[in-house]
């Protein structure tokens, strides 16, 4: 009898010994595993009214300073902290966490997920996309802002500086921008100056769910909550949204001049554009390099490096050519929820709008910013000067509504009443419920 009970007290010190080996080889694994240079971020962000400073990354994606004279830092995906990081205020999340079911939290928050990418001299009117966001929206917001490293602090003040009942409504979080380190400025000065950021979104945010990512020159005249419902409508086959690139073939670019695959008739456009991100990075793609599927994070070089001579308008090419070859995966809104010159300097082309108004103004070709486009810039300007905490029928929409009047010399001043026809409905409705309140 001693003998058995001491052979069970041998195997029970064997398999508790055998178990620290396993797990300790597993989290070192995990740790090593990753090699692309997106696991450390630099983040401002601000949660209700805290604001803090978080990783940074040196430009180039070389060098990480972690954790030092900095009271919180973001670590992911690892289970355990690396020894060189500090162990003050930190936050880590594990691909336990993950598994879990926090993508799910992420999507089912009741907020609506904004992100948008900025470079150059961007800052202000990015700040007056995440303001037409706020005037209009009923549920609360979340911005994620890819900024260059000079433009940190000033987002970061201005937003702070906006009223604490419109700071209520929304946080924000501000990354670098980020791409691999092999080929960094090759992505970086593909088209506009870190305009490719957003293909590498779904590998960065790798805990949110769902989102809806949109250029610096967008306008909502309506509720974000009301395109993020959007999301419904997608089936068991979609993971992201967008419109036509052209509703009239005629002046169609991709159509007459592209050298490369597009999707549909006239391909599409990706100043606005909702991503079930969950499935974006799950996806295997078929494509024209090899006849095996590729998930996004393995088709996005090789596209460029096959592609890179035929592009013009870089990362929307590259989109094209993935849902070319992919349509089942991709869920086309109305030309109404991405208005643009197109849709109106030959006449209005967008019939969606004509019944039911604009829901999303693209201000392309810089139009918010010369006098190709006055009806275009009219609404920038009520937007960008309207004051907080003013009565928007007469502080916004009149001014508005006197402006345009100005610019029935040209087609899309014609139609600038389809500008207004969405936005006096999200002022009524914005007056309406400050009046309840009251």
């Known amino acids: 009898m001693r003998c058995y009970l001491h052979a069970f007290l041998l195997c029970t010190v064997f398999t508790f010994f055998s178990l620290l080996y396993v797990f300790n080889q597993l989290a070192s694994t995990l740790e090593d595993g990753d090699d692309w240079t997106l696991k450390g971020q630099g983040i401002h962000g601000r949660s209700g009214r805290d604001t803090g400073r978080l990783l940074r990354k040196t430009p180039g994606l070389a060098g990480l300073h972690r954790c030092k004279s900095v009271s919180v830092s973001y670590w992911n995906p690892y289970w355990r902290l690396p020894a060189?990081?500090?162990?003050?205020?930190?936050?880590?999340?594990?691909?336990?966490?993950?598994?879990?079911?926090?993508?799910?939290?992420?999507?089912?928050?009741?907020?609506?997920?904004?992100?948008?990418?900025?470079c150059g001299p961007r800052l202000e009117e990015t700040l007056t996309m995440l303001k037409s966001a706020v005037l209009f929206s009923k549920k609360p917001l979340h911005f994620y802002i890819f900024a260059e490293d000079d433009l940190h602090d000033r987002f970061r003040n201005a937003l702070d500086s906006w009223p604490t009942t419109v700071q209520t409504?929304?946080?924000?979080?501000?990354?670098?921008?980020?791409?691999?380190?092999e080929n960094a400025k090759e992505w970086k000065k593909l088209f506009?100056?870190?305009?490719?950021?957003?293909?590498?979104?779904?590998?960065?945010?790798?805990?949110?769910?769902?989102?809806?990512?949109?250029?610096?020159?967008?306008?909502?005249?309506?509720?974000?909550?009301?395109?993020?419902?959007?999301?419904?409508?997608?089936?068991?086959?979609?993971?992201?949204?967008m419109a036509p690139e052209h509703e009239e073939p005629?002046?169609?670019?991709?159509?007459?001049?592209?050298?490369?695959?597009?999707?549909?008739?006239?391909?599409i456009n990706s100043g606005v554009m909702l991503m079930n991100?969950?499935?974006?990075?799950?996806?295997?793609?078929?494509?024209?390099?090899?006849?095996?599927?590729?998930?996004?994070?393995?088709?996005?070089?090789?596209?460029?490096?096959?592609y890179k001579l035929n592009i013009t308008w870089g990362d929307q090419d590259l989109l094209n050519i993935i849902f070319h070859h992919n349509p089942e995966s991709l869920y086309v809104f109305p030309c109404q929820w991405n208005y643009r010159p197109d849709h109106c300097i030959y006449g209005s082309n967008c019939q969606q709008a004509e019944q039911e108004g604009v829901f999303?103004?693209?201000?392309?070709?810089?139009?918010?910013?010369?006098?190709?486009?006055?009806?275009?810039?009219?609404v920038y300007k009520a937007i960008q000067k309207y004051p907080f905490g003013e009565n928007m029928e007469t502080s916004l929409l009149r001014p508005l509504e006197v402006s345009l009047q100005t610019t029935t010399n040209t087609y899309c001043g014609r139609a600038s009443h389809l500008f207004t026809k969405k936005l006096k409905q999200s002022i009524m409705s914005v007056q309406q419920d400050v009046t309840q309140r009251r």
């Open 84 to 118: 060189d990081v500090c162990g003050v205020n930190c936050l880590w999340e594990s691909p336990l966490r993950e598994r879990s079911g926090s993508a799910v939290k992420e999507h089912g928050d009741g907020r609506s997920h904004l992100a948008v990418v900025a």
């Open 169 to 181: 409504k929304f946080n924000f979080t501000i990354y670098p921008i980020t791409f691999p380190k």
């Open 192 to 241: 506009k100056p870190c305009a490719s950021q957003r293909l590498f979104l779904p590998l960065i945010l790798k805990d949110v769910d769902s989102l809806l990512y949109v250029d610096t020159d967008i306008l909502f005249l309506q509720p974000v909550e009301d395109i993020w419902a959007l999301l419904s409508q997608f089936n068991s086959s979609h993971l992201a949204a």
């Open 250 to 267: 005629r002046i169609g670019w991709y159509n007459r001049f592209a050298r490369h695959p597009y999707y549909g008739k006239t391909g």
């Open 277 to 306: 991100m969950t499935r974006l990075r799950e996806k295997f793609f078929k494509n024209d390099m090899t006849t095996v599927a590729l998930q996004w994070e393995e088709i996005l070089m090789p596209l460029l490096q096959k």
């Open 360 to 378: 999303i103004l693209h201000g392309n070709r810089g139009v918010y910013h010369d006098d190709k486009q006055p009806a275009f810039r009219a």
